[in-house]
Every structure is written in structure tokens, then in C-alpha cells.
């Protein structure tokens, strides 16, 4: 028998470890009953072992690449984006990401919008999308909780324990739109704590969606604002300006839960997404970011 001009030696041959790996290979994956063979000759140790090790790859080989359409709250842009390179690089599955505020999510979604899964910025949104029949319950996790900061791209404005809240002229306090937005309801109920709700409320100025109020108080038309600790957070502590990150005791827990929607309940790069969310890379992203879990 000849392969490209070259002679395969018989099974019992000596010289059978030159040819080995091809041969077997192909044999092994054609006739089951080499497999007997590889296991009972001595000759063919270097084969078996190049079978293994192809057989052992073969799982974690996604068959297919596929494409995943995620809706990723505001507050997680950054560690998402990353989060979604790194998949693609680990799996070969590719997630198609948009932005914005949960509660939009949560309208296109019952209007239609095609997206597979939801990254909400509560755990409120995901759930209510299972009870519309939108979402796959057994789908549903708990993948990030937020930390919300007073910041102020101003270096020393915003002190430590938050009394600027208190004892400050400022004009503008940006936050986001509470009913729209978990990080602004979770700016509301620390005010209302604190006993300012009422007297600041004139000086509100509201965004969209996380995303646009950080753009408020980084741009300076508001001087200061609630933001989502993420997107000032980096290495270990707030990388600019000055903030006062609000303890949680002051409202309710900011807790940002996953959920596969059913467009994507048969979307193997939904679930492969899913699984790498709950893995160590992605976890080591997100906390670097500045959440819990």
C-alpha cells in the first residue's frame, strides 16, 4: 500500500512508528476496531499517544464558530469589551455587543430587537423577561454586583466621606435616570438615606443611561454626579479625578444578572458565553473593574 509514493509498512512491521500518526489517525477515526490495535502493540506507543492527544483536543474544538447578540448594560462597556476579545480568542465564538440603559433594553426586547442575551445592570430586568416568556429561566445568573461612586472629574472636589452632599454649592448633580436605570434608583435611595433627597432634587441634572452621565461630570457641565464605580475605576482605586465610593448599606444591592434570551436559547456561542462569564479569566476582568460578585 503507498501514500504519496511512500510505502506503509504492515501493523506488524518495526518501521510502522514513521508512518504511525497519519495512518492511524485516519484508521482510528474510520475503523473503531483500530482502536483495539492501538492499545494491544507495543510498536505503536508513539501512535496511541498521538491519538490521545488529538482525541483529548477534539472536544474543546467548537465544531462551528458562532456569533452571539448581547444587549450589555452602560456601567459594564469596558470589562465587556474586553471580556468579548478574550472569548473570541479562547473559543473562536464572536459576541456582537451593543450599550445602553436596561430599561431600553428591556422595551426593544418585548418590541422585538433581536438580541440572544441580556447583561442587565439589575437583577429585576432579567426576571421579568422569564416571566414574559422573552428569556430562559434555567438561564439566568447573577454575573457582576455594581458599586456606586459620587465622582467629579476634579481632583479633590469630592472628598472622602461624602459631605460635600451636605456642605457644597454646586450647581448640577448629574445621575442617571432612575427609571430607567439601576445605578440611578441606587442614587436615589442613598439620598434619600442621607436625608438630601428633597433638597438636592432641583439641582438634578439626568442621564439617559450610565454611560451619558459619566459624560456629564467628564465633560464638566456637571461638577459632580453618580456614576458606576467601573468607569473610573482602575488598578486598585479611582484613576482620576475624586470620588466617594457610597458604602452599600445605603441602598439596595446592585445586583447585575445575565440571562440567554429565547432568540438565542439554540445559540451554542449564548451558551459557551454564559459558561466563560462564570469562568476565572472573565471574573478576573470584571473585578478588576472594581465589582463583587
Known amino acids: 500500500m503507498a501514500v504519496r509514493g511512500r510505502k506503509i509498512a504492515h501493523p506488524a512491521d518495526n518501521a510502522l ?10 484508521f482510528a477515526i474510520q475503523r473503531p476496531e483500530f482502536l483495539d490495535l492501538i492499545t494491544k502493540i507495543p510498536a505503536l506507543k508513539l501512535a496511541r499517544l498521538y ?4 482525541a483529548l483536543l477534539l472536544p474543546a474544538l467548537p465544531s462551528t464558530a458562532a456569533e452571539v447578540s448581547v444587549a450589555v448594560a452602560a456601567n459594564f462597556t469596558a470589562p465587556m469589551k474586553r471580556i468579548a476579545a478574550a472569548f473570541e480568542q479562547d473559543t473562536g465564538h464572536k459576541a456582537a455587543l451593543a450599550f445602553g440603559s436596561t430599561g431600553k433594553f428591556y422595551a426593544q426586547i418585548a418590541h422585538g430587537a433581536p438580541f440572544q442575551m441580556l447583561l442587565a445592570a439589575d437583577d429585576k430586568t432579567p426576571a421579568r423577561l422569564v416571566q414574559d416568556g422573552l428569556a430562559v429561566d434555567s438561564t439566568r445568573f447573577t454575573y457582576a454586583i455594581g458599586k456606586l461612586v459620587l465622582w467629579s472629574g476634579q481632583p479633590g472636589l469630592v472628598d472622602g466621606r461624602g459631605e460635600i452632599l451636605r456642605t457644597g454649592s454646586f450647581e448640577r448633580l448629574a445621575l442617571a435616570d432612575p427609571k430607567l436605570a439601576p445605578y440611578g434608583a441606587a442614587a436615589i435611595e442613598s439620598l434619600t438615606a442621607l436625608g438630601e433627597l428633597e433638597r438636592l432634587r432641583p439641582r438634578f441634572v439626568q442621564g439617559e443611561n450610565i454611560a451619558q452621565t459619566y459624560q456629564f461630570v467628564a465633560t464638566g457641565n456637571a461638577p459632580l454626579g453618580f456614576v458606576a464605580l467601573s468607569q473610573v475605576y482602575a488598578d486598585g482605586h479611582i484613576s482620576q479625578g475624586s470620588g466617594w465610593i457610597v458604602p452599600a448599606k445605603l441602598h439596595a444591592p446592585i445586583r447585575q444578572d445575565a440571562v ?3 432568540n438565542g436559547a439554540d445559540n451554542p456561542a449564548a451558551a459557551a458565553l454564559a459558561d466563560y462569564l462564570h469562568g476565572e479569566k472573565a471574573r478576573g476582568i470584571i473585578r478588576a473593574f472594581g465589582y463583587d460578585f
Open 17 to 26: 512508528h514513521e508512518y504511525a500518526p497519519q495512518w492511524l489517525l485516519y
Open 51 to 54: 491519538f490521545l492527544a488529538f
Open 260 to 262: 440567554i434570551l429565547k
